[in-house]
């Protein structure tokens, strides 16, 4: 298992979004998922998500594909714990029971271990509370990146938006030289 990173957030507080375009917790993406998470203890993050109109497969009930997106998301926020930019290499869900419209998905995320750039993580997600009902479980490998990762593949005009955001900058260059 890994260190929690001497700079992660303290339990409890809220992380926030990394970008505010990103589709999982971004507040200015206007379809997004709007994720909310909050750093637990130790390397865990509990997350919750809550399903829209907007984010149906069947009649009332949410698409696979959305609560994959918030699995993927919740498991993504484990990286301010560790304190080091990663992306997802591989993520594998079980869809247990169907989740409604207007239902809350409460996920608990925690990581499973580290073997070198290797991250390895799992979650749960709740419906009727954080100790309610199994709706679905994921498991996934992230890999860490340098920052380079983004500004070498992202669209130009986007990174240069993101670069041009002060706090976003100093957020990305914290992740650099404290890695
Ligand atoms: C400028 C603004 C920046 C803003 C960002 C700042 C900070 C971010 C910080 C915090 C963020 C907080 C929350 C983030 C939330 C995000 C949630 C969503 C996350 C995503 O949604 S992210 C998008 C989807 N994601 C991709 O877009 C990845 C595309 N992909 C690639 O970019 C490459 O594929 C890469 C980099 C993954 C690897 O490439 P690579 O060349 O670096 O490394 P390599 O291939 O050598 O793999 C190294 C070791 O991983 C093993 N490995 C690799 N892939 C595997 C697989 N699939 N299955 C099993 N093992 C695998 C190898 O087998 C080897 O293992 P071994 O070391 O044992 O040999």
């Not at 860490?144 to 955001?165: C, N, S, W, Y």
Request: charged content about 20%; glycine content about 12%; proline content about 8%.
């Amino acid at each position: 298992m890994p260190p929690r990173a001497e700079q992660a957030p303290a339990p409890g507080t809220r992380l926030g979004s990394h970008y505010d375009q990103c589709f999982g917790c971004g507040p200015q993406h206007p379809q997004g998922l709007r994720l909310d998470a909050v750093a637990g203890e130790g390397l865990t993050v509990d997350a919750e998500f809550t399903v829209e109109a907007h984010h149906q497969g069947g009649p009332g009930l949410a698409h696979g594909g959305i609560l994959t997106a918030a699995m993927d998301e919740a498991l993504g926020t484990l990286n301010w714990l560790l304190h080091t930019p990663a992306v997802t290499g591989r993520l594998e869900t079980d869809f247990v029971r169907p989740v409604p419209v207007d239902t809350v998905l409460h996920i608990r995320a925690r990581v499973t271990g580290m073997h070198g750039r290797k991250i390895y993580s799992a979650a749960e997600g709740r419906i009727g509370g954080p100790d309610g009902p199994l709706a679905i479980r994921a498991q996934a490998l992230f890999i860490q990146v340098k920052l380079e990762h983004f500004t070498t593949h992202g669209r130009p005009e986007d990174i240069k938006k993101a670069m041009d955001d002060r706090d976003l900058f100093e957020r990305a260059r914290a992740f650099e030289v404290n890695p």
